[in-house]
Each structure stands twice: as structure tokens, then as C-alpha cells.
């Protein structure tokens, strides 16, 4: 995990080039997982535009044509067709389920499998995907009766699931994240009785919003909204879903924006759910010029437009029940934070070191590469603002949000930067790099 990854052709990154136009990013990848997970799960077909044609969901819809589920070709541009099994139709895979990188993919594939009583199924990955941690989500769907081993105590794959009659409870989550709730709700789906998630902070939502749509049985409560009850018994219809601009996507041409002289971007269709907009909140308290328009609602997903202009910013502050609402911002943000007045701090955000990669080490190593004054915590950074950073041999060390981080850092840089493993981009934006050359032409 975190290995430099001098495989492929490296990208020159000219410097002092303006950023103006508009670009609509790809769909919000957290959003298409789930259209075709349940999708997958629902009777009669569903139909999915926007779907993000990345390498994340197509390791997500080859699962599930692995188990017998119909999924049609996709293409960027062209609406996606699932033909629904039924919450019990899955069928054994043949071989093992390979879940690529995609760690969305391997958690919600432990939910949505633990309760297929007497079949088996085998879950494994990418290298990277091999070390990052799965007992997160393996501790509480045992809690509900699940049967899950894998290395080292089941907390790395590759994982067996072999599927049990499974029980509804209460399960208190240590960390807030979408991930493990919804491969909890998923579970609970064909458990016995209904499941009750607690969440120290609200994770993104678009697992209850959706589920909802799809005609599940779920109640939100609880302080903050960090209580989500689902009843099961209730069969889920296919539907049409429209897939909003995914919004981490999104942030960084927002950050490139605010921090290049000159620029002037709008982000067209970007999907704005209260759960996902923490980097909005911290952008705007830094001071950077956004505006939001067209605002309206799809699919049960607020959405809307983002015309954002440079300006001088001010150094952030972020912790506590903020970071489960731009965790995949955060690398983007250290970048914003060396064009800010004064030092910014990110803390309670020890997630980013189980990521694709140990995020806020790479950041560090790699920003520091560039000249930023930046210093990473167990649990956080701290990045000095009026820095000028300078071009560099960098490395995406093959995370996607480090590799486009890095792109938007070189942007501001003096000098022209090498960067190592631009490739990784592809995992959540395949036509970054084709975006970027336009916008800067």
C-alpha cells in the first residue's frame, strides 16, 4: 500500500496556465454503487443515467453478473440496465469475486451477502484493497449472526462469507461511516426483525434515501440524525434512477479555482446532499468566492451548479462530526490550505490512513515534495498557508484523490511538475486529464 507507482508514461504539468469554462464531472461514484447494488437486489428492472463509467462500479457490476444478475454494457453517456434478482436470487459464483480497488464494493458486498443462508462466496481485491481493513464491518454483521473469515482475524481479504440465517439488533457503530452502515442495512434487509444503526456522527445518506426509494421499510432519527431503523419484509421495486455529478469529484475544480489567479469555473449537476457537503462549508469559511445555481432536486438528491472564482482565502480549522462529510476532500483541501493565510488544521480524521493509500502520509511526502510546509498527526495535518510551492517529480503512489490533488497543486506551482501514476485518476474520473487540458486552454 502507498508504493510509488513508476509504471506508466509520467505527466508533464505545466505551471501558470488559467482555469476557465465549464465541466460537468462524472456521476457521484458512492451514488452508483448503490443504484446497481440495489438495483440488483430489487424485482423487475432498473434503470440508471449518470452512472459513473469508472473502474469502482464496473468492479461492482461484474460481481454481480458473476451471481447471475443482468447487467447491460457501460458506456459513458448511455443509461445502464439491471435486471433484479429478488433479495434471495443470487446464485454462487463461480470463482472468486474480484472487487478491484474498490472498497465500497468488498464492504456492501458483505452486507448484501451475509444472509444468503447455505451458499458460499469468496470476496478478494487489488494488493491495495488486500491490506485495507474489512473487521470494521465484519464485527457487527456477526453481531447479527453473519459467518465471515478472512486473514488475520477476517480484517483482510481475501474473505469467505458463507451465508446464515441472520437477526435483527442494535448495533452502535465506533466510527461514522456510510460504508459500514450500509453493508449493515443491506444485511438487514432479509434478516429476522429489524436492525437498528447508531453512528457517532452522521455518515452520507444516500444509502437511506435510496433504499427508501427502492421501498424499504427505514426510519431516520436520533440526535444529528445518526439513527436509521430498517424493517425488513418488504420487497424492493426496480427504478429509474438519475445519477447526480459527484461532488468529490467536484472539489478539485473548486479548489483549483479558488486558488488559481484568474480562474473562473462553473461545475455543472453536482449532487448536494447535506451529508456530502462539508468541503462547501469549509470553502466557504475560508472565504473562497461560490455560488450555487440552478438549484433543484433529482431523484430525491439535491442538486445544482457551482461557479466559483479565485480570491484570497483564509486558513480552516475542521474536526469532530465535520470529517465524515468530506473525508475525500481532505487531500484537496491540504493543497487550498498552502494558498491560505495563515496555518489550517485537519484533526479526527485518522480514517484517511486506512484509505486506498495512508492519505495523510502521501499527502504530506508529496506535498512537502513541492515545498509545502505541511506536518501529518495520527489523526490529521498541519499545512502552513502563503507557501509558493514549486514543481517536482511526484507520485500519485496509485490513489486517484492524491493524483488529481497533486494535478491541481501543480497548477499554482512555479515551474513545471512530473507526476508518477496519473492513471490512478480513473478510478472515480476517467476523463480528468482531457478536462484539464481544456479547461487551461
Not at 440495489?38 to 463509467?53: C, D, S
Not at 427505514?218 to 438519475?242: D, K
Amino acid at each position: 500500500m502507498g508504493l510509488p507507482s513508476h509504471t506508466s508514461t509520467p505527466l508533464q504539468l505545466p505551471a501558470g496556465r488559467c482555469l476557465r469554462g465549464r465541466v460537468r464531472v462524472p456521476g457521484d461514484k458512492s451514488i452508483s454503487h448503490r443504484a446497481l447494488l440495489f438495483g440488483a437486489i430489487a424485482e423487475g428492472e432498473t434503470r440508471i443515467e449518470g452512472l459513473l463509467p469508472a473502474e469502482d462500479p464496473l468492479s461492482t457490476a461484474a460481481c454481480l453478473r458473476a451471481m447471475g444478475v443482468t447487467v447491460s454494457e457501460i458506456r459513458a453517456g448511455e443509461p445502464v440496465t439491471v435486471q433484479g434478482v429478488g433479495l434471495d436470487g443470487f446464485q454462487e459464483a463461480h470463482d472468486v469475486l474480484d472487487c478491484g480497488n474498490s472498497g465500497t464494493t468488498m464492504r456492501l458486498m458483505l452486507g448484501l451477502l451475509a444472509g444468503r443462508v447455505g451458499r458460499h462466496f469468496v470476496l478478494s481485491g487489488d494488493a491495495s484493497l488486500r491490506g485495507r481493513p474489512m473487521r470494521r464491518v465484519g464485527a457487527p454483521l456477526t453481531q447479527m449472526g453473519a459467518v465471515i473469515h478472512g486473514r488475520r482475524d477476517g480484517n483482510f481479504a481475501p474473505l469467505a462469507v458463507l451465508g446464515q440465517p441472520l437477526h435483527g439488533t442494535t448495533i452502535h457503530t465506533p466510527v461514522a461511516s456510510a460504508q459500514v452502515k450500509s453493508a449493515i442495512l443491506l444485511a438487514a434487509l432479509t434478516a429476522e426483525g429489524p436492525t437498528t444503526v447508531i453512528e457517532p456522527a452522521q455518515s452520507r445518506d444516500h444509502s437511506e434515501r435510496m433504499l427508501r426509494a427502492f421501498g424499504a421499510r427505514l426510519q431516520v432519527g436520533g440526535p444529528g440524525l445518526t439513527e436509521v431503523t430498517l424493517t425488513p419484509g418488504h420487497a424492493l421495486r426496480g427504478q429509474s434512477v438519475v445519477v447526480p455529478g459527484d461532488i468529490s469529484s467536484a472539489a478539485f475544480w473548486l479548489v483549483a479555482a479558488a486558488i488559481t489567479p484568474g480562474a473562473a469555473l462553473t461545475v455543472e449537476n453536482v449532487g448536494l446532499n447535506p451529508s456530502r457537503t462539508g468541503i462547501l462549508e469549509v470553502l466557504e469559511q475560508m472565504g473562497a468566492r461560490i455560488v450555487v445555481l440552478n438549484a433543484r432536486d433529482v431523484a430525491g438528491e439535491p442538486v445544482g451548479d457551482l461557479q466559483v472564482s479565485h480570491g484570497p482565502l483564509q486558513a480552516f480549522e475542521i474536526g469532530g462530526e465535520l470529517i465524515p462529510r468530506l473525508v475525500d476532500e481532505i487531500p484537496v483541501l491540504a493543497v487550498a490550505a498552502c494558498a491560505a493565510e495563515g496555518t489550517s488544521r485537519v484533526r479526527d480524521a485518522a480514517e484517511l490512513r486506512v484509505k486506498e493509500t495512508d492519505r495523510l502520509a502521501v499527502m504530506a511526502r508529496q506535498l512537502g515534495a513541492m515545498g509545502a510546509r505541511i506536518e501529518a498527526f495520527d489523526d490529521g495535518l498541519a499545512i502552513a498557508g502563503n507557501t509558493e510551492l514549486h514543481g517536482a517529480d511526484v507520485d500519485s503512489e496509485t490513489d486517484h484523490r492524491v493524483a488529481m490533488s497533486l494535478a491541481v497543486a501543480a497548477g499554482i506551482a512555479r515551474g513545471s511538475t512530473t507526476l508518477h501514476g496519473p492513471e490512478a485518476a480513473a478510478v472515480s474520473y476517467p476523463g480528468f486529464w482531457d478536462d484539464l487540458e481544456r479547461l487551461r486552454s
